[in-house]
T-cell receptor, first 115, second 115 residues
Framework: KAGVTQTPRYLIKTRGQQVTLSCSPISGHRSVSWYQQTPGQGLQFLFEYFSETQRNKGNFPGRFSGRQFSNSRSEMNVSTLELGDSALYLC??????????????FGPGTRLTVL | AQSVAQPEDQVNVAEGNPLTVKCTYSVSGNPYLFWYVQYPNRGLQFLLKYITGDNLVKGSYGFEAEFNKSQTSFHLKKPSALVSDSALYFCAVRDRNTGFQKLVFGTGTRLLVSP
């Protein structure tokens, strides 16, 4: 079974631009979460989606948004990019929402560099 | 609020020796605990989790972890380290009461196994 896939793997943008990152979960997984990883802040939770609905949101500004499609694929968008948005963005999938025992499986990440 | 502490930034061990990577947690109630490993330029790879039951949890690649409720710890162990185990290790906790998938991660411990 294929793992979580994320595209693109690398992105370079300039301040003020916007970016869209894509995530395809493991087949059969319906819950998708996003995390940001930076050297200074570590791994921080961004959002969780299930059945096209955002179930939970981390403490990030409104410039960060996401959505989930009917096939469970998810995208996240960052508008008006700032230098501090440079990070590795990780997507994770699990089988279903509401099951705290579920394991999240992570994709390889998208490395975003903001110049 | 739940939190995880990994008190060591780096652990050095010789190949063939046992290794321990420490993790302590702070949650209200009983925790769900996870260990992940990250290799350079890769996403997080699931190693093992504690949900309930036996305090000794066995996971992938010969790793195991011991849940100790009185010491609020969940240390990762391996009887005999390999050079290929060198990587960044993350401990994480999940709130079992909300049903959300969100993981709260520690700051990570870099494991360096020397030949």
């Amino acid at each position: 079974k294929a793992g979580v896939t994320q595209t693109p793997r690398y992105l370079i943008k300039t301040r003020g631009q916007q970016v869209t990152l894509s995530c395809s979960p493991i087949s059969g997984h319906r819950s998708v979460s996003w995390y940001q990883q930076t050297p200074g802040q570590g791994l921080q939770f961004l959002f969780e989606y299930f059945s096209e609905t955002q179930r939970n949101k981390g403490n990030f500004p409104g410039r960060f948004s996401g959505r989930q499609f009917s096939n469970s694929r998810s995208e996240m968008n960052v508008s008006t990019l700032e230098l501090g948005d440079s990070a590795l963005y990780l997507c994770a999938s699990s089988q279903q929402a509401g099951m705290s025992t579920d394991t999240q499986y992570f994709g390889p990440g998208t490395r975003l560099t903001v110049l | 609020a739940q939190s995880v502490a990994q008190p060591e930034d780096q652990v050095n061990v010789a190949e063939g020796n046992p290794l321990t990577v420490k993790c302590t947690y702070s949650v209200s109630g009983n925790p769900y605990l996870f260990w992940y490993v990250q290799y350079p330029n890769r996403g997080l790879q699931f190693l093992l989790k504690y949900i309930t039951g036996d305090n000794l949890v066995k996971g992938s690649y010969g790793f195991e972890a011991e849940f100790n409720k009185s010491q609020t710890s969940f240390h990762l162990k391996k009887p005999s380290a390999l050079v290929s185990d060198s990587a960044l290790y993350f401990c994480a906790v999940r709130d079992r009461n909300t049903g959300f998938q969100k993981l709260v991660f520690g700051t990570g411990t870099r494991l360096l196994v020397s030949p």
